[in-house]
């Protein structure tokens, strides 16, 4: 036997001692069991993965769901405050026509009452004036005591008719 002959017989021998070695040791078995408890961990891993993307997705949708009805809300509100503000102005151009109407009211009272009033010294005034021009005929016509007399008669009687 050669060297080289000898050297791969060793060779194979240690190679079976070696594998004899790692079945002794059951060592196929705790690789195995090893790679089990990984592929156990992974899926682990993905179904709580699974678990916390479905959990999101259902909170996403409620999220949604929450942003749908505050702004359904909100157009709610502003719908309302365009409601109340037209309200408002409704009450507040009733309010400012009410005013209006009695503020010319007012006024068209003042002005009958001035023009009653102007009316009433106009009247006055041209019965003043009738007494003393009717005063001034009566003395240039009448004279003398009985004159004076009618005069002041006249005078009372017209003054009284005139007011």
Same mark, same amino acid.
């Given at each position: 036997m050669d060297a080289t002959s000898s050297a791969s017989l060793w060779a194979f021998i240690s190679l079976l001692i070696f594998f004899g070695v790692i079945i002794y040791l059951k060592v196929p078995g705790k690789i195995g069991s090893a790679l089990d408890g990984k592929v156990a961990a992974i899926e682990a891993e993905l179904s709580e993965a699974t =678990? &916390? =993307? !479905? !959990?999101? +997705? +259902?909170?996403l949708a409620a999220y949604k769901q929450k *942003? $749908? %009805?505050a702004e359904l809300e909100a157009q709610s509100i502003v719908a309302e405050a365009k409601q109340l503000a037209e309200i408002a102005t409704a009450e507040a151009n009733k309010a400012l026509d009410e005013l209006i109407a009695r503020r010319t009211k007012a006024a068209e009272a003042k002005i009958a009452q001035a023009e009653a009033q102007a009316i009433a010294e106009v009247r006055s005034r041209? $019965? %003043?004036? *009738?007494? *003393? *021009? $009717? !005063? @001034? &005929? &009566? $003395?240039? @016509?009448a004279s003398g005591p009985i004159g004076a007399d009618l005069v002041a008669k006249g005078i009372a009687e017209v003054a009284g008719k005139l007011n």
């Open positions: =678990r &916390l =993307r !479905e !959990e999101a +997705s +259902s909170l *942003a $749908a %009805d041209a $019965a %003043d004036v *009738a007494v *003393a *021009a $009717a !005063e @001034k &005929l &009566l $003395a240039a @016509k």
